[in-house]
């Protein structure tokens, strides 16, 4: 069994920045590819950003790319999502997911992920 808790949200004006972190408590944080998703209001759930297990390949969603980094440190089972130049219409509860143990890597669907966090709210203003 996998939880995640998500930190970091809050209010920031267009143009700043963020950073999320998911703390992960359970077994074998470093054998799990690990993702960030957005659901903006109205909209469904989205894919942001995902990490291979060692943190050596990384994807992003074409809206966030070039603005926002993930990355993870395995020795305290913890994943971040940098934020820099945020935009309006990044405004969205952010979910931090999990995969089972040695699944891949290039992983963009929610159905491929098997665990979740409950979310943190960011909010960008104009």
């Known amino acids: 069994q996998v939880q995640l808790v998500e930190s970091g949200g809050g209010l920031v004006q267009a143009g700043g920045s963020l950073r999320l972190s998911c703390a992960a408590s359970?077994?074998?944080?470093?054998?799990?590819?690990m993702g960030w998703f957005r659901r903006a209001p109205g909209k469904d759930r989205e894919f942001v950003a995902a990490i291979s297990r060692t943190g050596s390949n990384t994807y992003y969603a074409d809206p966030v790319k070039g603005r926002f980094t993930i990355s993870r440190d395995n020795a305290k089972n913890t994943v971040y999502l940098q934020m820099n130049s945020l935009k309006p219409e990044d405004t969205a509860v952010y979910y931090c997911?999990?995969?089972?143990?040695?699944?891949?890597?290039?992983?963009?669907?929610?159905?491929?992920?098997?665990?979740w966090g409950q979310g943190t709210q960011v909010t960008v203003s104009s």
């Open positions: 997911a999990a995969r089972r143990s040695y699944s891949g890597s290039d992983s963009t669907a929610p159905r491929e992920y098997d665990y």
């Open positions: 359970g077994r074998a944080f470093s054998s799990r590819t």
